[in-house]
């Protein structure tokens, strides 16, 4: 009796819903976790605190070049850097590849990525934020450090999906990319 009262609680243990990644991920309003990370150029070494001071809002882009919609995700999160570059937000990307550093920068090069990108070597960032499961993640964080928009995996419209989540991360009262009748959403603010 007593053995299939416990079989019977570990099939139910093992059948039980279990939350999804993104439930399990992170949450707007928790403080974003702190790294302290190298550029892929080598030249600086970053921590997030003084990143994050540094715009009005910060678009955090996790990224692997294992992935090839990944690479393509990021060419268009570049189009995103350079249209709302004026408004405050700055475009970071932290590539988690341990081993293929010289694809990596062969990659930022042919694309013309200009926007920072760190080095997670260790793969702590990637675990801190959450998205080890993922092959691409963004995050838009404020200038206090405070995450106010997550999005885990990559959507099939990134740009209106990046336009989206920092409107959304800013609050409504004070849009950053306000919409427009017949614009893009990111015009600067006149």
């Known amino acids: 009796m007593r053995a299939a009262l416990g079989l019977a609680l570990a099939v139910a243990l093992i059948l039980a819903p279990r939350p999804s990644r993104a439930e399990e991920g992170l949450k707007p309003g928790v403080l974003a976790p702190r790294f302290h990370l190298g550029t892929l150029d080598g030249k600086r070494e970053v921590d997030s605190r003084d990143l994050f001071k540094e ?51 062969g990659f930022l090069k042919a694309g013309k990525i200009r926007f920072m990108n760190l080095q997670d070597r260790s793969g702590d960032v990637v675990k801190a934020y959450r998205a080890q499961a993922y092959d691409f993640s963004f995050f838009v964080i404020d200038a206090e450090g405070r995450v106010r928009s997550v999005t885990y995996d990559h959507p099939p419209e990134i740009e209106k999906e990046l336009e ?23 015009e600067p603010k006149s």
């Open 55 to 105: 715009s009005r809002a910060t678009v955090l882009v996790l990224w692997d070049s294992y992935c090839p919609d990944c690479l393509a995700t990021v060419k268009a999160c570049q189009k995103f850097a350079d249209r709302v570059e004026k408004m405050g937000v700055r475009v970071v990307g932290i590539n988690y590849d341990s081993e293929n550093l010289a694809a990596v920068r």
């Open 164 to 186: 989206k989540a920092v409107n959304l991360g800013l609050g409504k009262e004070s849009p950053l990319l306000p919409e427009k009748d017949g614009g893009t959403g990111c």
